[in-house]
């Protein structure tokens, strides 16, 4: 396509025509709409940067706990003294606590509202196979059936009374429970009280949970052994906030908690030969362990590489014998917002101090404890996967906040608590004793143990709502450990948090904002870790790039810590901190479930015409003779038609020696009056577009997935030379569903082709419409044998007539 006009004038001015644009009434969307119509107004809590507001508060809940484990029972019995203090402006008549073992109940909502089918690791399921109707049950589900009509669940509340003994009137409200004040408790005052209870606790394989035990019948001794995970096992309070008050959502399994930080001071009496890993520092290792664990314990602070605290030796020994009594092992934590532990005697322990100068902590020992079962897989790695995402997470947050992080093997494949981590994956027993492992086990262990220590960070410490916005944590969190796993190994095969990994899950049907409430998601895993991850690669390496997101980010972690963002919070302090206005981006990621599809439709080679007759008429004879030749004439040349002008030359004249390409003076006086009409600065910008004679090309894109992201190109040229560039996301602004863009490069650097999202950063669907020109799609031809009829009555009846023939 040539320029007849002066070039500038397209600079200039598109027409709107031009690009595609539909003028027709009503039908303009705009993608760049601020977000503040959608955010709460700032106010004194949280100000208009995303910062905590001048006039912030939080509440405090701290407990003394005192718990003692039944292991032949399976039963914990524990009392407690909580003292709650109201920072917040407002008096409050009541106090709400999490009752968690609750959702075990038979009666319990979750229980009553799962439905056939629906989620869960290995429940009941629909199956598609036999026409969509709920044929079967697993074995796992009747399992679960019959533990839950066997035993009795969920905790019993034994006691509630204030430190005198005086009994506070409480309601129990599926998993929460409300304690009435006998006095209102006024801004500024704090309340004591304590609570009795005890529960049954779950066999986690069983009933699936995020915490119970785990039998072992193999092990050598008399009736086998257990491990014991002890997760939301205490009343906690519920938290309350300047901006929902009470956060008192029943729990149904999914959305986890937001909770009060505290300090705790907290003994565990057990059988004698278990081992305990808790949250916070133990503070009685003289009474619970051996001189020489003490010792090996303190030459751990200093260590290279992991020590055995308790060897495998020792936890094999203990496998085999019983208990002589007990232990009561005691553990303190300062300002966190839950506290977990574990027990076994079937814990090896390792440790090894981490050191961060300068931090409030300097020195924190990271542990990991796991049965025989673990084997070298979890010797090798966890421990230093725990160490390896400290040094990771603290780049784009802040420094370890404690002075203990764990990784303790167990029945749960994984969840977080402060310090304290619950991991999954073992090693196999082989028939001739050995214990092996596989790359994905492997994988699996370093990334849950740097995916749930990561937690530690976020939410224990930036204390986001994992109830009502699980992407807050989930989201931030596997973008961080996919971050931490490439810089551990890059050809490892990494779970699938970048973008060219969510293109699936976001061309599917079955999706939801990821601002939807926890309980609502539809498909968890992709919505609240695997998209908000890929969208922060994206703002990382695409939109914002690395040092200002990375800057942002640990502005956000900064700010937040030991503190309550919200979504808001998140995203306006990544826009303040960046600079960049990114309100378009959170409203196509977050708040939609349109894709990214950006179809590269055409591209048209512009050249400036000179007015110069004896140039332009020059190139257009060119380009007249690269046309295909007319079929008519082709064919009669090729039958040997006499053409009757070559057979009779006294009929030619001036026009059968000339073309419409030759030059005039006419022409040529026309390109005189041309230059001297222009003004002198048009005639030094034409004269010198003429002399540059620049390759103009205008691409045309078009929209088709909805959602407005940077168009990345990948240019090739002629010459072989290649060019990379990005256009920002702002050129939708007018029009987010076409668009075109003028691309100008120097004499001599003509395209050859181009390319959309080369490096595949965008998440785009459709990698075939990036081309230009279109690529051939490479596929594959495979050979197969046609199978035999799925119907059993036909297969019987066709071999009948084989056999008959």
Do not use: C
Not at 256 to 280: C, K, N, Q, R, W
Not at 676 to 681: F, H, K, M, S, V
Not at 736 to 743: F, N, Y
């Amino acid at each position: 396509m040539r320029l007849i006009a002066f070039i500038l004038a397209f600079l200039l001015a598109v027409p709107a025509a031009a690009q595609g644009i539909q003028q027709t009434k009503g039908n303009f969307e705009d993608k760049f709409r601020q977000l503040d119509e959608v955010l709460p107004d700032p106010n004194v809590y949280r100000n208009a940067s995303g910062a905590p507001g001048h006039q912030y508060w939080q509440q405090q809940a701290d407990y003394v706990i005192r718990a003692e484990l039944d292991e032949e029972k399976r039963r914990l019995e524990a009392e407690g003294t909580v003292r709650y203090v109201n920072n917040s402006p407002d008096t409050l008549p009541w106090i709400w606590m999490q009752l968690d073992q609750n959702i075990f109940r038979t009666d319990s909502m979750a229980e009553m509202t799962t439905t056939f089918g629906g989620p869960g690791r290995r429940g009941p399921r629909i199956d598609a196979a036999r026409g969509g109707e709920p044929a079967r049950l697993s074995l796992e589900e009747l399992r679960r059936q019959q533990a839950m009509a066997d035993n009795e669940y969920g905790y019993d509340i034994e006691r509630v009374t204030l430190a005198d003994g005086t009994p506070l009137a409480h309601t129990i409200v599926g998993t929460l429970m409300r304690i009435d004040l006998p006095t209102p408790l006024a801004p500024g005052e704090e309340v004591s009280f304590d609570i009795e209870w005890a529960f049954n606790i779950v066999e986690e394989n069983t009933i699936f949970a995020r915490s119970g035990y785990e039998h072992f019948p193999d092990d050598p001794r008399k009736g086998g052994n257990d491990i014991f995970l002890f997760a939301q096992w205490f009343p906690r309070l519920v938290a309350y906030s300047d901006y929902e008050g009470w956060h008192n959502k029943e729990f149904l399994g999914r959305g986890e908690f937001t909770l009060e930080f505290g300090d705790y001071d907290v003994t565990m009496t057990v059988p004698d030969d278990h081992i305990v890993s808790a949250t916070g520092v133990l503070a009685n290792p003289g009474e619970v362990l051996t001189a020489a664990q003490r010792q090996r314990l303190e030459s751990a602070r200093n260590a290279d590489a992991p020590v055995f605290i308790v060897t495998p030796q020792e936890a094999q020994a203990n496998e085999r014998t019983g208990p002589t009594g007990t232990k009561t092992w005691r553990f303190t934590a300062e300002n966190v917002r839950d506290f977990a532990w574990g027990s076994s005697r079937k814990f090896i322990w390792d440790a090894q101090g981490h050191r961060q100068p300068g931090a409030e902590n300097e020195l924190v020992m990271a542990m990991s404890f796991w049965p025989k079962e673990g084997g070298e897989l979890w010797r090798k790695y966890s421990t230093a996967a725990v160490v390896h995402t400290m040094k990771v997470y603290s780049r784009f947050s802040f420094d370890y906040p404690y002075p203990v992080a764990q990784s303790v093997n167990g029945p749960v494949g994984g969840m977080e608590y402060p310090m304290i981590t619950f991991n999954g994956p073992r090693t196999t027993l082989n028939e001739d004793g050995t214990r092996t492992y596989s790359l994905s086990e492997k994988v699996y262990l370093i990334g849950v143990v740097i995916h749930e220590i990561g937690h530690i960070y976020f939410p224990m410490t930036v204390n986001s709502d994992e109830r009502q916005w699980t992407w807050m944590d989930e989201g931030l969190n596997s973008f961080l450990d996919s971050v931490a796993g490439y810089e551990w190994d890059p050809d490892l095969p990494w779970g699938r948090s970048l973008p060219r990994d969510l293109v699936p899950y976001m061309t599917s049907t079955n999706q939801v904002p990821i601002m939807t409430q926890s309980d609502s998601v539809l498909n968890l895993g992709p919505n609240a870790y695997g998209k908000p991850s890929a969208a922060y690669h994206i703002l990382r390496d695409t939109v914002i790039g690395r040092e200002r997101f990375d800057f942002a980010l640990r502005e956000y972690a900064r700010r937040w810590k030991f503190k309550r963002p919200t979504p808001a919070d998140f995203f306006r302090t990544m826009e303040e901190a960046s600079g960049t206005d990114l309100d378009w981006f959170w409203r196509g990621w977050f708040y939609t479930t349109d894709h990214v599809d950006i179809s590269l439709d055409a591209i048209h080679r512009l050249r400036l015409d000179t007015a110069n007759p004896d140039i332009d008429l020059s190139r257009r004879r060119a380009e007249a003779l690269g046309e295909p030749e007319k079929v008519g004439v082709r064919l009669n040349e090729e039958q040997g038609v006499p053409v009757w002008v070559l057979e009779n030359p006294d009929v030619t004249d001036f026009y059968d020696e000339n073309d419409q390409f030759t030059v005039t003076p006419k022409d040529r006086e026309s390109y005189e009056s041309f230059l001297g009409g222009l003004e002198p600065w048009e005639r030094r910008t034409f004269e010198r577009a003429v002399k540059e004679d620049a390759n103009y090309y205008v691409l045309s894109f078009s929209n088709k997935g909805g959602l407005v992201m940077p168009i990345i190109l990948g240019l090739t040229f002629e010459d072989g030379s290649t060019q990379r560039m990005t256009i920002p996301a702002e050129i939708w602004r007018r029009n987010p569903r076409e668009v075109s863009k003028l691309l100008v490069f120097p004499k001599g650097k003509r395209l050859a082709s181009v390319v959309v999202d080369p490096d595949w950063e965008t998440a785009d669907a459709d990698i075939e419409n990036n081309y230009y020109p279109r690529r051939i799609i490479e596929s594959r031809v495979e050979a197969f044998k046609s199978p035999e009829p799925s119907s059993r009555t036909g297969r019987d009846l066709m071999a009948e007539v084989q056999g008959s023939d």
